[in-house]
């Protein structure tokens, strides 16, 4: 059983930054694939971006379209955390964001097994 705890939410101005932690444990971290989601009400759960492992690298990052050039994904083997680095925040990033896993690094990115509880995002303009 995998246990996903995220930390760093809250409030920020247009333009600011914010970053999401989110601590593993209960498996194995290295190969261990990891991303984040986001939530509005009345809207379904959206990817965010992803780290996965692969073969012929030491990882590989995702990111959808609306973020790209804005968030940085990363991760802490030694800490079992990956981060979500948000900046120049925008209003429509305002959401529940939920941190994410699998050890599919495709799963991850449509349908993780795992995910944590979430943390809110607030944008003000």
């Known amino acids: 059983q995998v246990q996903l705890v995220e930390s760093g939410g809250g409030l920020v101005q247009v333009g600011g930054s914010l970053r999401l932690s989110c601590a593993a444990s209960g498996r194995t971290f290295s190969r261990y694939a990891m991303g984040w989601f986001r939530q509005t009400p009345g809207k379904e759960r959206e990817f965010v971006a992803a780290f996965a492992w692969s073969a012929w690298s030491d990882g590989t990052t995702y990111y959808a379209d609306s973020v790209k050039g804005r968030f940085t994904i990363s991760r802490d083997n030694a800490k079992n955390t990956v981060y979500l680095q948000m900046n120049s925040l925008k209003p429509e990033d305002t959401a529940v964001y939920y941190c994410?896993?699998?050890?599919?690094?495709?799963?991850?990115?449509?349908?993780?097994?795992?995910w944590g509880q979430g943390t809110q995002v607030t944008v003000s303009s």
């Open positions: 994410a896993g699998d050890l599919s690094g495709f799963r991850v990115r449509v349908n993780p097994t795992d």
